[in-house]
């Protein structure tokens, strides 16, 4: 199974700051990769797909990219209410498709 | 509108069964593959498995393999996700999500607790 290493698992951040989060395959995935938003008790959300297409209505502060094994999520400009766990998720071979172990980002 | 409402969860013995519903509406059901994603108690997200828009072609991951199965009844916009066998590990909400490699939208979520 290809394993996704996400890292940091935890980033504190200023309003107004840019913020980056990697997330490394264990082999090649090309561009099949996706980013997603979870706001604590709530459902997750995609944000990014194929690695930096930014979904329908998403602000454009969040962006994606890379290929390959490794890849970037940014913020360019953190707001209030980005306050959420992020995670990255491959699907180069299903079965499985598998995710990071996520990024709990909060507000310094 | 695109809603997925996830249901069936509940408290249940170890060996247990359970069956999950995901009642889809505002988009073209038989169109999409659809998928079970879960989460256990404070940790991250676990693939669980999906189903091709037809229902033809499943999926699981090896933690469920032999045990779940997941179905869909095109006529009436919902998905299913049939668990035997249940474990404390499978302990998690359960959310479905329309898709086979990118997940939007997610139902609510659906706690399945697996306990004696």
């Known amino acids: 199974d290809i394993q996704m290493t996400q890292s940091p698992s935890s980033l504190s951040a200023s309003v107004g700051d840019r913020v980056t989060i990697t997330c490394q395959a264990s082999?090649?995935?090309?561009?099949?990769l996706n980013w997603y938003q979870q706001k604590p008790g709530k459902a997750p959300k995609v944000l990014i797909y194929?690695?930096?297409n930014l979904e329908t209505g998403v602000p454009s502060r969040f962006s994606g990219s890379g290929s390959g094994t490794d890849f970037t999520f940014t913020i360019s400009s953190l707001q209030p209410e980005d306050i959420a766990t992020y995670y990255c998720?491959?699907?180069?071979?299903?079965?499985?498709?598998?995710f990071g172990q996520g990024t709990k980002l909060e507000i310094k | 509108e695109v809603q997925l409402l996830d249901s069936g969860g509940g408290l249940v013995q170890p060996g247990g069964s359970l069956r999950l519903s995901c009642a889809a509406s505002g988009f073209t059901f038989s169109s999409y593959a659809m998928s079970w994603v879960r989460q256990a108690p404070g940790k991250g997200l676990e693939w669980v498995s999906t189903?091709?828009?037809?229902?033809?072609?499943?999926y699981y991951a090896d933690s469920v393999k032999g045990r779940f199965t997941i179905s869909r009844d095109n006529s009436k916009n919902t998905l299913y996700l049939l668990m035997n066998s249940l474990r404390a590990e499978d302990t998690a909400v359960y959310y479905c999500?329309?898709?086979?490699?990118?997940?939007?939208?997610w139902g609510q979520g659906t706690l399945v607790t697996v306990s004696s």
């Open positions: 194929d690695a930096s």
């Open positions: 998720q491959q699907y180069d071979n299903l079965p499985p498709v598998t």
């Open positions: 082999q090649d995935i090309s561009n099949y």
């Open positions: 189903i091709t828009d037809s229902g033809t072609s499943t």
């Open positions: 999500a329309r898709g086979r490699y990118c997940y939007g939208p």
